[in-house]
């Protein structure tokens, strides 16, 4: 994209999509949230500057919105509906409209949307592993299940798929099997010189609920070993110290994750209170970074 835009730095599709890339070595690599976001979000407004009717260009300012700290749904609504009314048969339109609506836990919309986008696409194995994410959250194990397994005909090596199963299983408290599953994704997706610990905090639930104290201090030392190398960000350190019951240090990191306004909190912030606090009764220092993190509209 960068070369595209050397030859043409007025051509709004690949301002887009350069977007799109920053947002996934944000979360892959991972990069810091606090340098890159500001940066991507630019791109994508470029984009629409240069041309408005751009469809590529709202459905991933969509999920630039829907992404970021505080989350702006009524921004992602906006886009992601001008997006699809621009170019109704986009497979990822669809794909970062059907996300918002799992957000807005409008499961059924989800559901419609996603078989849409499969039925223009149905080889996009990031759909299908998006589609165990929507089963999961809306409840429906067995849906999860078969999704994952259609996911791995089409890409047997596929992460998203495993950390979709492995987290609607650990969210029913099917701990035992949750681990094994985020574990090999895991594994997969993470070591010490490359790549994001992000099935890591959904896994520490599993293993703080089955008491592997031994596992949980291996993971606290790869990540710790990575950190010294390169960019960790603090919502994972966070993780790893709820799992050990280091609250003062998890909770100060939780704040620095704010202040880099890390999209993760949004979802990490249940599991760390659950694994500090698993009585419930949170301190004022959780219910403020919650309040913080509010998403606002629609």
């Not at 991972?30 to 709202?58: I, Y």
């Not at 035992?176 to 594994?187: F, K, N, P, V």
Request: net charge negative; hydrophobic share 45%; glycine share 4%.
């Amino acid at each position: 994209y960068e070369e595209a835009l050397k030859r043409d730095p007025e051509f709004a599709p690949a301002w887009a999509h350069l977007a799109e890339a920053r947002i996934m070595l944000v979360q892959m690599a991972p990069l810091p949230v606090a340098e890159e976001f500001p940066r991507l979000k630019r791109e994508a407004e470029h984009a629409l500057r240069l041309d408005p009717d751009n469809a590529a260009a709202h459905a991933i300012m969509a999920s630039i919105l829907q992404s970021e700290l505080p989350s702006d749904l009524e921004g992602a609504d906006r886009h992601s509906r001008r997006a699809l009314e621009l170019n109704p048969n986009d497979p990822t339109a669809l794909l970062y409209r059907a996300q918002l609506l799992m957000v807005l836990e409008r499961f059924d919309e989800q559901a419609t949307l996603l078989d849409r986008a499969l039925a223009i696409d149905p080889f996009n194995p990031f759909i299908r592993a998006n589609g165990v994410f929507a089963a999961g959250f809306g409840g429906d194990l067995d849906g999860a299940r078969a999704a994952y397994d259609l996911t791995l005909e089409i890409d047997p090596d596929n992460l998203v798929a495993p950390w979709a199963l492995g987290w609607s299983l650990v969210m029913v408290e099917e701990f035992e099997e949750g681990r094994a599953i985020l574990e090999e994704a895991h594994e997969a997706f993470f070591s010490i010189e490359d790549g994001s610990p992000e099935m890591m905090p959904t896994l520490l639930m599993a293993l703080v609920a089955l008491d592997r104290a031994e596992e949980i201090a291996s993971l606290r030392a790869d990540v710790e070993a990575a950190a010294d190398r390169r960019y960790i960000p603090p919502i994972f350190l966070a993780c790893l110290d709820a799992a050990q019951g280091r609250e003062d240090e998890a909770l100060t990191r939780l704040e620095e994750a704010v202040e880099e306004r890390d999209f993760r909190v949004a979802w990490t912030l249940d599991i760390l209170q659950n694994m500090l606090y698993p009585q419930g009764d949170p301190p004022e220092r959780i219910q403020a970074v919650r309040a913080g993190i509010l998403p606002v509209g629609p």
